[in-house]
């Protein structure tokens, strides 16, 4: 759903939103900002954002993903925060790694300058080099869009964002005051009698103005709307307007947020107090089409079943929000079952057998890859709707070369490198590798499809630019052997085999690419909706063959 901007004043400059948060993580200070961006780009603005995270990792891609959720994966490589897929999925944009600040990187960034003598015999300090650095990063990020959002991980008072908090009240001097506004999402709790409790946000704003930082903006998350009575107090104990207390209570689904933020008018406040609103222009199309994307009646429900190793809903979250996309455009409720494929038995064994369709996702490591060999094996043998990712794609291949090749023991040279048939194997470049931290291979590429393939009805096209996260790949050596028994390399790059599928299955695809991380509402990834095609055509024919 791509935004097509009208040409206004462009004397404006770049706007900046802060977003913090208080009282405790998970809150949604990502799907906060997300969303009021995604109606400022309604209103026509060229939006972007920044996601600060105060770790020491210079980046996401060597996390646990039971810590942090998913890593996700930007067009030029960047492993970021899953915060920044909410990011590109709400404003739909592509962002970069320079639109992820982590500490690692800053501080990376200036011993190294220190290092070169590039501070002329300076002491090198954290007021003002490291904040300097991040100063410079949030404005470098924002350069060439009208407004730019910047959400720093984490909650006020942790010792390891002192230096970003410090770095934006320096940046509060330096720009103009309708240029820069801050919001800070905190939580309103229910008491045991169901009253709503606003002194942690007191004690958030607090904590928040003792660094010299005061709130514009003070958006309440709760079960429910804050009552008027709730919001008078947060403005008088936080010294806001009343009328810059929003709430931002649960939900349905996350994409309704934006519905309920303009509902709120935060979005109409955030362009009045950033003095955009004699520029935005007409949003009603953008509105509307958001809205009837993201509401619209479904008429059909089908379960899929996701075999992984992590039982974290975030640590698949870029597929969970592809199949909601897929559903957004068949208009399908898609039930996900979960199933573990380090545990394939009793319930497990009786979700993937409920499944309509399978979906065997990306992971790193051994556990639960023999459990993923027998979901993808059930089915190929069942004609069950089968989508394969990264790890995925590789397991399906090792599946075919045991089963139907006859090459006993086949395996991942990365599962079991003493296997006598490696027909996934490392990547030639990583041999002399010795970092783990971002030498994968990583991010957009270009892969060409046959024509007349299965391939080539999903993406309607001889070429698709997916992105990459992995180390290993299909071995040559057994490409002719596979194809022989019936498996179809219908996507290659080079001499690297990037689409499998099977003709004589209903549905049997898999990518060595992760489609997911390209998805968006209104423009879903063209495997998934294949999927969820492929199963509603099958429930049609089976409910034609039951009337006849």
């Known amino acids: ?115 070169a003598g590039d501070y002329l015999g300076n002491t090198v300090q954290i007021i003002p080099h490291i904040t300097d650095d991040i100063k410079r990063r949030i404005r470098e990020a924002a350069e060439g869009h009208d407004v730019c959002l910047i959400e720093v991980g984490g909650t006020v008072g942790d010792i390891e964002g002192m230096p970003y908090l410090e770095a934006l009240r320096q940046f509060a001097h330096e720009e103009d005051d309708d240029d820069i506004i801050f919001a800070h999402v905190t939580l309103v709790p229910y008491s045991k009698n169901g009253e709503q409790k606003t002194k942690p946000t007191q004690h958030s704003v607090k904590e928040l103005r003792s660094i010299g930082l005061q709130p514009d903006i003070v958006v ?24 810059a207390v929003f709430s931002n209570p649960d939900v349905e689904d996350i994409y309704h947020v934006p519905l309920m933020v303009e509902d709120e008018g935060l979005d109409e406040y955030v362009m009045s107090e950033l003095d955009l609103a004699g520029e935005a222009i007409q949003k009603a199309d953008r509105e509307n089409e958001w809205r009837g994307i993201v509401t619209q009646e479904t008429t059909e429900e089908i379960d899929i079943a996701l075999v992984g190793k992590y039982a974290l809903e975030d640590a698949y979250l870029s597929i969970h929000e592809s199949l909601k996309h897929a559903g957004f455009e068949t208009n399908t409720d898609i039930n996900v079952l979960w199933v573990d494929a380090d545990e394939m038995d009793g319930d497990h064994e009786a979700r993937l057998e409920r499944a309509e369709g399978i979906i065997v996702p990306g992971g790193f490591g051994a556990r639960g890859t023999e459990g993923k060999i027998g979901a993808v094996q059930y089915a190929r043998e069942n004609d069950v709707p089968f989508l394969g990712l990264c790890l995925g794609f590789q397991m399906a291949v090792v599946e075919f070369a045991r089963n139907v090749c006859g090459l006993e023991g086949a395996h991942s040279a990365e599962m079991e490198e003493s296997t006598p048939h490696p027909v996934i194997d490392i990547l030639p470049e990583q041999y002399e590798i010795e970092d783990m ?112």
Request: overall charge negative; aromatic content about 8%; hydrophobic content about 35%.
């Open 220 to 243: 309440g998350r709760c079960e429910d709307r804050l009552d008027p009575e709730t919001k008078r107090k947060i403005a008088l104990f936080c010294d806001v307007p009343v009328d």
């Open 1 to 115: 759903m791509p935004t097509e901007l009208t040409e206004y004043d462009p004397t404006l400059g770049n706007k900046f939103v802060f977003v913090t948060g208080g009282v405790m993580s998970g809150l949604g200070k990502g799907i906060t900002a997300a969303s009021t961006g995604r109606l400022l780009a309604n209103a026509g603005f060229d939006v972007t954002a920044v996601k600060i995270d105060p770790y020491l990792n210079v980046d996401a891609g060597t996390m646990n993903p039971y810590q942090h959720g998913e890593v996700y994966v930007l067009k030029d490589g960047g492993e970021v925060d899953l915060d920044l897929g909410n990011y590109e999925r709400f404003l739909d944009i592509d962002m970069t790694f320079d639109h992820n600040i982590t500490t690692g990187k800053t501080y990376r960034h200036v011993i190294e300058k220190e290092r």
């Open 437 to 548: 931290g971002g030498t994968m291979r990583l991010g957009a590429h270009e892969t060409d499809i046959e024509p007349g393939t299965i391939a080539h009805q999903v993406y309607g096209a001889t070429a698709c630019t997916e992105r990459h996260r992995h180390r290993y790949e299909v071995n040559p050596e057994y490409i002719e052997r596979l194809e022989a028994a019936g498996m179809v390399f219908s996507g290659r790059a080079e001499n690297r085999m990037e689409i499998l599928e099977l003709p004589d299955h209903p549905f049997f695809f898999g990518t060595q690419f992760h489609p997911e991380f390209r998805s968006r509402p209104g423009r879903a990834s063209p495997p998934f909706v294949s999927l969820v095609e492929t199963i509603l055509e099958s429930e049609e024919t089976d409910a034609e063959e039951v009337t006849a």
